[in-house]
C-alpha cells in the first residue's frame, strides 16, 4: 500500500479482555515496529522486527504483550488480560531496512481505550 | 538502558521569532538521530535527521546540531509560523536499529 495502515482506528475493550492490533507496512519494507504513545508523552518502544524475526523485544512491558509477523510483511500486537493502564495510542512504523536503516513512516496508530 | 531526554516540554514562541529544542542520548553507539513532528491526532512524520558523521544540517528554516562528544543535539527553527505549531519528538537509535524517542516539546507559535 501507500503507507502504513493499522486497525481498528479505535478499539475499546473491558479489563481482562483479549486484543489484536494489526499493521500494514509499506510493501518492501523489512523493518517494522511497534511504539506505545500515552497522552502527551513520546512514542515508547516496544519491538522491532527485521523480516519475519524479533530483532529486539526488550520493549516489551510484561509477558501479557506478544507481537508476530509470521510472512515478514504484516504484524499484529497481541495483548492479553488487558489492564486500564494499557489504554495508549499504538504506533506501528516501517523502514526500508537495507543497508543502513532510515526514516520511520508511521501509522496513524490504534487507539485503545480499556474500561 | 538507552534513554533521551527532551528539553522544553513546553515553548510558546511569537511569530518571526526562533525556536530552540535540545536533547541528551545515553547510549553512545547511537548514529542517527531524527526529528519528528506530531500535530494533534496525526502521526509522526520526520521533518529532518543528522548522521552521525555530520555536525550541522540545514534544511530551508530548520536545522540540526549534534555534539556526539557531549551527547546532545539541538533542532532550530527559523521564522517560525503558526503553522509550525505542534508537538517535536527527537530520537536516537543505536546500532541495533533500535530507536528511542524523547518526550515532545510542545511548540506553540503565537501570531
Known amino acids: 500500500g501507500a503507507g502504513v495502515s493499522q486497525t481498528p482506528s479505535n478499539k475499546v475493550t473491558e479489563k481482562g479482555k483479549y486484543v489484536e492490533l494489526r499493521c500494514d507496512p509499506i510493501?518492501?519494507?523489512?523493518?517494522l515496529y511497534w511504539y506505545r504513545q500515552s497522552l502527551g508523552q513520546g512514542p515508547e518502544f516496544l519491538i522491532y522486527?527485521?523480516?519475519?524475526?524479533?530483532?529486539?523485544d526488550s520493549g516489551l512491558p510484561n509477558d501479557r504483550f506478544f507481537a508476530v509477523r509470521p510472512e515478514g510483511s504484516v504484524s499484529t500486537l497481541k495483548i492479553q488480560r488487558t489492564e486500564r493502564g494499557d489504554s495508549a495510542v499504538y504506533l506501528c512504523?516501517?523502514?526500508?531496512?537495507?543497508?543502513?536503516?532510515?526514516?520511520?513512516?508511521f501509522g496513524e496508530g490504534s487507539r485503545l481505550t480499556v474500561l | 538502558g538507552e534513554n533521551v531526554e527532551q528539553h522544553p516540554s513546553t515553548l510558546s514562541v511569537q511569530e518571526g521569532d526562533s525556536a530552540v529544542i535540545k536533547c541528551t542520548y545515553s547510549?553512545?553507539?547511537?548514529?542517527?538521530f531524527p526529528w519528528y513532528k506530531q500535530e494533534l491526532g496525526k502521526r509522526p512524520q520526520l521533518i529532518i535527521d543528522?548522521?552521525?558523521?555530520?555536525g550541522e544540517k540545514k534544511d530551508q528554516r530548520i536545522a540540526v546540531t549534534l555534539n556526539k562528544t557531549a551527547k546532545h543535539f539541538s533542532l532550530h527553527i527559523t521564522e517560525t509560523q503558526p503553522e509550525d505549531s505542534a508537538v517535536y519528538f527527537c530520537?536516537?537509535?543505536?546500532?541495533?536499529?533500535?530507536?528511542?524517542f524523547g518526550a515532545g516539546t510542545r511548540l506553540f507559535v503565537k501570531a
Open positions: 530520537a536516537a537509535r543505536g546500532g541495533g536499529f533500535k530507536t528511542i
Open positions: 512504523a516501517s523502514s526500508s531496512g537495507t543497508g543502513d536503516i532510515g526514516e520511520l513512516f
Open positions: 547510549d553512545s553507539a547511537s548514529n542517527y
Open positions: 522486527f527485521q523480516g519475519t524475526g524479533a530483532a529486539d
Open positions: 543528522i548522521r552521525s558523521n555530520v
Open positions: 510493501s518492501g519494507h523489512t523493518a
